[in-house]
């Protein structure tokens, strides 16, 4: 795999992380007059519509059949399992909390890329990693809350997430990627659907909720597509460290829709994420150059 395919699909990961950040904010603006599971089953079916409009206008209409392939399922259990208990830990746990406590999500890819996928890690990597962590955890700067016992539903988040993206490789070679966006976003629809018929009083949306959530769609096709295609053609070891940026993302989304300027210390964690990000694309080119050497040497 090349630096510039590694490029892309960091690039993917990046932007990925902005759409969800983007899809989120809608949400979180929703929130204020209708209940959650409504307003996911709204995204659900903006999302669906606008992803079965681009399926069927890219010709891709007969691939649908094959959106119940075993691994696309998986991957959509998973997503479910993901985001909904990090809607469940929001009601307990502040939400600087819990997304400090998600953000461990790369580190369970590059854990299980390196045991279950045989991707060698060196200690620089992994200190890199770690790097990246402690500034998630500057940034989002966790209080007490985070020793709450539904704790325990944000490190479900995150590793059903990182479960959901190891599992990515294996869906079947020539998978269309819409398709499998399409998948994910059917079952969260349904996800949505059972919550607010069995939990929740619904109420008549207004325009401006209609709005935001055919935004929240849109944004979330484009993430989930993304997404997928960020491990579809980049290795776990090298793109899983810039799903860190969400949560620059998220900062800059507060700072613009929500007033809320980060301090001191959030602006170094920023930093110290952006810098363990550039270091692990750096080991990553150097390794690749090294290997290449080897491999000149080894036919001279």
């Not at 935004?215 to 989930?224: I, N, S």
């Amino acid at each position: 795999m090349t630096n510039s395919t590694n490029l892309r699909a960091i690039l993917a990961m990046v932007i990925s992380m902005g759409t969800f950040v983007t899809s989120d904010s809608c949400m979180k603006l929703a929130l204020q007059h209708a209940p959650l599971f409504q307003l996911v089953l709204m995204r659900g079916i903006a999302s669906i519509s606008l992803c079965l409009a681009l399926i069927l206008a890219m010709g891709q209409g007969p691939d649908l059949k094959r959106m119940f392939d075993k691994w696309l399922v998986g991957r959509g259990l998973l997503e479910v399992v993901a985001n909904f208990s990090f809607t469940i830990a929001l009601g307990f746990i502040a939400i600087a909390d819990l997304t400090a406590i998600a953000q461990t999500c790369p580190l369970f890819v590059l854990m299980g890329a390196w045991a279950f996928r045989g991707e060698r890690l060196d200690l620089p990597r992994w200190g890199l990693v770690l790097l990246g962590i402690v500034g998630a955890l500057l940034v989002a700067q966790p209080g007490t809350g985070a020793v709450s016992p539904f704790a325990f539903l944000a490190f479900i988040t995150a590793i059903a997430s990182a479960a959901r993206d190891l599992m990515t490789p294996n869906v079947p070679r020539g998978m269309p990627p819409l398709v499998a966006t399409f998948t994910v976003l059917v079952m969260l629809a349904l996800a949505g659907l059972v919550g607010t018929l069995a939990f929740e009083t619904q109420v008549v949306p207004t325009t401006r909720d209609i709005l935001l959530m055919a935004l929240a769609g849109a944004t979330g096709v484009a993430g989930h597509f993304l997404l997928y295609m960020t491990y579809r053609i980049g290795e776990a070891r090298t793109v899983a460290p810039f799903m860190y940026t969400l949560t620059i993302w998220a900062v800059i989304s507060g700072l613009i829709l929500f007033g809320d300027v980060p301090n001191l210390l959030a602006v170094s964690g920023m930093v110290l994420v952006a810098l363990a990000g550039l270091a692990i694309i750096w080991l990553d080119g150097r390794q690749r150059r090294e290997e290449a050497r080897l491999a000149v040497e080894a036919q001279a």
